[in-house]
């Protein structure tokens, strides 16, 4: 039998972390926010679970006091729990990793560096993030590309109002492929509020080229998704 629960105390226990995946599209290219350490290697941010707290309570201290960030606004997504003993090699440690994805507006005072993402899912730049962080990234990075399979922008990475190309190059960036436009469009246009001119006409946007009807999330947030995976352009 194993020891009585008066001995619990006995027991070997891990130290336990919150890892943060922010994830954000700047000009085309998929970014993670990593953070470096005095020597200068990269990192997700990250904070270990003080006494007494909860894990929501200490993201949204990871939020706040590593990011520089107000969590009020921001929606983070479990990713799953990281237990490989070996992760860390200071200590047994476990990671409740969360993903959270974010307008680069809202990143202009954030705490570290926009690091571009590669399909795969780890750093562009070849550099392995220090720990697990690597699989933490890369887990991030396919449970964004599902969300964006089936809703529009989802994670409200888009700043309104925006066309329906504007949205379209939001969701191949995050996925990662060319759709097809004609197929995206009717998928996703009735999921989206269009609006209204001060005329009453729609709104569009006029830059040198074809007036582009001018949409925003819709007023609810729609059950219905684009139906299935994508489509996208044969090579």
Same mark, same amino acid.
């Given at each position: 039998?194993?020891?009585?629960?008066?001995?619990?105390?006995?027991?070997?226990?891990?130290?336990?972390?919150?890892?943060?995946?922010?994830?954000?599209?700047?000009?085309?290219?998929?970014?993670?926010?990593?953070?470096?350490?005095?020597?200068?290697r990269p990192a997700l941010p990250g904070r270990f679970?003080?006494?007494?707290?909860?894990?929501?309570?200490?993201?949204?201290?990871? @939020? *706040?006091?590593?990011?520089? &960030?107000?969590? !009020? %606004?921001?929606?983070?997504?479990?990713?799953?729990?990281? #237990?490989?003993?070996?992760?860390?090699?200071?200590?047994?440690?476990?990671?409740?990793?969360?993903?959270?994805?974010?307008?680069?507006?809202?990143?202009?005072?954030?705490?570290?560096?926009?690091?571009?993402?590669?399909?795969?899912?780890? @750093? *562009?730049?070849?550099?392995? &993030?220090?720990? !697990? %962080?690597?699989?933490?990234?890369?887990?991030?990075?396919? #449970?964004?590309?599902?969300?964006?399979?089936?809703?529009?922008?989802?994670?409200?990475?888009?700043?309104?109002?925006?066309?329906?190309?504007?949205?379209?190059?939001?969701?191949?960036?995050v996925l990662g492929r060319d759709l097809m436009r004609?197929?995206?469009?009717?998928?996703?246009?009735?999921l989206l509020s269009p609006l209204a001119a001060p005329?009453?006409?729609?709104?569009?946007?006029?830059?040198?080229?074809?007036?582009?009807?001018?949409?925003?999330?819709?007023?609810?947030?729609?059950?219905?998704?684009?139906?299935?995976?994508?489509?996208?352009?044969?090579?």
């Amino acid at each position: 039998m194993g020891k009585p629960y008066s001995q619990l105390g006995e027991y070997p226990r891990p130290s336990v972390a919150v890892d943060i995946a922010l994830l954000t599209v700047v000009d085309g290219q998929l970014n993670a926010v990593v953070q470096r350490d005095a020597e200068g290697r990269p990192a997700l941010p990250g904070r270990f679970v003080r006494e007494r707290h909860t894990v929501d309570e200490t993201v949204r201290e990871v @939020l *706040e006091l590593k990011l520089g &960030l107000s969590p !009020d %606004h921001v929606h983070p997504h479990l990713l799953r729990v990281f #237990s490989d003993p070996d992760r860390d090699p200071r200590g047994w440690t476990i990671s409740i990793a969360h993903s959270v994805a974010l307008p680069p507006d809202e990143l202009s005072g954030v705490v570290g560096e926009l690091a571009p993402v590669a399909s795969d899912g780890r @750093l *562009e730049s070849g550099e392995h &993030l220090l720990y !697990d %962080h690597d699989q933490i990234l890369a887990s991030a990075t396919d #449970s964004l590309r599902r969300r964006y399979e089936e809703r529009p922008d989802p994670d409200n990475m888009l700043l309104p109002p925006y066309t329906l190309s504007d949205l379209r190059k939001l969701h191949e960036t995050v996925l990662g492929r060319d759709l097809m436009r004609d197929t995206f469009n009717r998928r996703a246009e009735p999921l989206l509020s269009p609006l209204a001119a001060p005329s009453g006409e729609p709104a569009k946007r006029v830059d040198g080229g074809r007036p582009a009807r001018l949409y925003e999330p819709a007023d609810e947030a729609p059950t219905a998704t684009f139906g299935y995976r994508l489509p996208g352009k044969s090579g």
